[in-house]
């Protein structure tokens, strides 16, 4: 099982629609948690992170259940420039030097 | 701006050649990483360094090397290259690891392995 797994996508979506991207990771040591957006042939680039209590930022909302070891990313009313790949990240806990472990993301295409 | 920047850009290789990969941070951040991403398996740690002198191993670091002589310099040096290490190289630094400090990403090395 890998340590991080997201949805495979891609998700097509058209403007203005909601969109949810999904996250379990492995390890119930892990303590911090972030969503990360990656343009086409870009780096990565800090979307938010995920608090217990759950977190928004404008139409993103984020989403954390410690008890299913799982994440959640909302997106709504979607724009053409939310296409990009969301990555989900968790840090490996103490057993692992807290080192971030990057699922491989999920692809979102927003359509006219 | 200060920042973090990679050198090449884009860089082709032979096989059997060495080939270093350059990054610099001006931020001074006490941590640095080197990542490989390549279709299929994301973004895969190859080393990293908490500090001057002291790197440690990632998931993947077999067949590259890297050195931390001073804190804004990080290169990554494939030994002998091979096909297999065709990637996107992204450097990335933060000022700690893990917990509530963000990785801010370099823009990326293109390595072809012929």
């Known amino acids: 099982r890998k340590e991080v797994e997201q949805d495979p996508g891609p998700f097509n979506v058209p403007e203005g629609a909601t969109v949810a991207f999904n996250c379990t990771y492995s390890?119930?040591?892990?303590?911090?948690f972030f969503w990360y957006r990656q343009d086409c042939r870009k780096e990565p680039k800090l979307l938010m992170s995920v608090y217990s209590s759950g977190n928004e930022d404008g139409r993103f909302t984020a989403q954390l259940n410690r008890a299913s070891q799982y994440i959640s990313l909302l997106i709504r009313d979607s724009k053409l420039s939310d296409s990009a790949t969301y990555l989900c990240v968790v840090n490996g806990g103490k057993n692992q030097g807290g080192k971030l472990i990057f699922g491989q993301g999920t692809e979102l295409s927003v359509k006219p | 701006d200060a920042g973090i920047t990679q050198s090449p850009r884009y860089k082709i290789t032979e096989t059997g050649r060495q080939v270093t990969l350059m990054c610099h941070q001006t931020?001074?951040?006490?941590?640095m990483f080197w990542y490989r991403q390549d279709l299929g398996h994301g973004l895969r740690l190859i080393y990293y360094s908490a500090a001057a002198d002291i790197t440690d191993k990632g998931e993947v670091p077999d067949g590259y090397v890297v050195s931390r002589s001073k804190t804004e310099n990080f290169p990554l040096t494939l030994e002998s290259a091979t096909r297999s290490q065709t990637s996107v190289y992204f450097c990335a630094s933060s000022e700690q690891q893990g917990a509530n400090s963000p990785l801010h990403f370099g823009n990326g090395t293109r390595l072809t392995v012929t």
């Open positions: 390890n119930s040591a892990s303590q911090s």
């Open positions: 931020w001074s951040h006490s941590y």
